[in-house]
T-cell receptor, first 111, second 115 residues
Framework: GQNIDQPTEMTATEGAIVQINCTYQTSGFNGLFWYQQHAGEAPTFLSYNVLDGLEEKGRFSSFLSRSKGYSYLLLKELQMKDSASYLCAVRPSGGYQKVTFGTGTKLQVIP | GAGVSQSPRYKVAKRGQDVALRCDPISGHVSLFWYQQALGQGPEFLTYFQNEAQLDKSGLPSDRFFAERPEGSVSTLKIQRTQQEDSAVYLC?????????????FGQGTRLTVV
């Protein structure tokens, strides 16, 4: 099985940087997703990490450490529109690699 | 279509009523997933189809839940004798390949409220 842990809520200031952590325990690991979900909307894909290290994509970066079962999403130059829930999801190895989501971190960006 | 379409967007059901939720995946997408998302929680896996075959239904919470995808495109999630604990957003996702990958897209979901 899989166990995924994220903080429930975070608050950050417009223009600042925020790091959202995700830890996981899984019997087999293939990769880790980050999704953004605005209230009442569909989750949208942000990143997918397979190998250790940092991947940067504009204002968003995602980091993975497979040995530590740890990932973070880094959001720079925060904008009000970044207020949303951020979902960490793990894809295991084996089978069709059923993806399991964490409970999500609700980020509030304040002026 | 351009994206994954779900209908209805909102459904209010009286306890004990049967409901049917529809998902129109992106044309040509092989994989289709149903997730249940309770308020303030992450999506919880319900079931997975590869074309018309239901390969995994381990997440369906009870035998009141049933899903089908008879022609390998549109899928329907049916809930019989709805209970208050069934109130949630039901999300559908489709993926081009045979697994949930970076090309998987979600629909906007159906918000079910059981009263």
């Amino acid at each position: 099985g899989q166990n995924i842990d994220q903080p429930t809520e975070m608050t950050a200031t417009e223009g600042a940087i925020v790091q959202i952590n995700c830890t996981y325990q899984t019997s087999g690991f293939n990769g880790l997703f980050w999704y953004q979900q605005h209230a009442g909307e569909a989750p949208t894909f942000l990143s997918y990490n397979v190998l250790d290290g940092l991947e940067e994509k504009g204002r968003f970066s995602s980091f993975l450490s497979r040995s530590k079962g740890y990932s973070y999403l880094l959001l720079k130059e925060l904008q009000m529109k970044d207020s949303a829930s951020y979902l960490c999801a793990v894809r295991p190895s084996g089978g069709y690699q059923k993806v399991t989501f964490g409970t999500g971190t609700k980020l509030q960006v304040i002026p | 279509g351009a994206g994954v379409s779900q209908s209805p967007r909102y459904k209010v059901a009286k306890r004990g009523q049967d409901v049917a939720l529809r998902c129109d995946p992106i044309s040509g997408h092989v994989s289709l997933f149903w997730y249940q998302q309770a308020l303030g929680q992450g999506p919880e896996f319900l079931t997975y189809f590869q074309n018309e075959a239901q390969l995994d239904k381990s997440g369906l919470p009870s035998d009141r839940f049933f899903a089908e995808r008879p022609e390998g495109s549109v899928s329907t999630l049916k809930i019989q004798r709805t209970q208050q604990e069934d109130s949630a957003v039901y999300l559908c996702a489709s993926s081009l390949g045979d697994r949930f990958d970076t090309e998987a897209f979600f629909g906007q979901g159906t918000r079910l409220t059981v009263v």
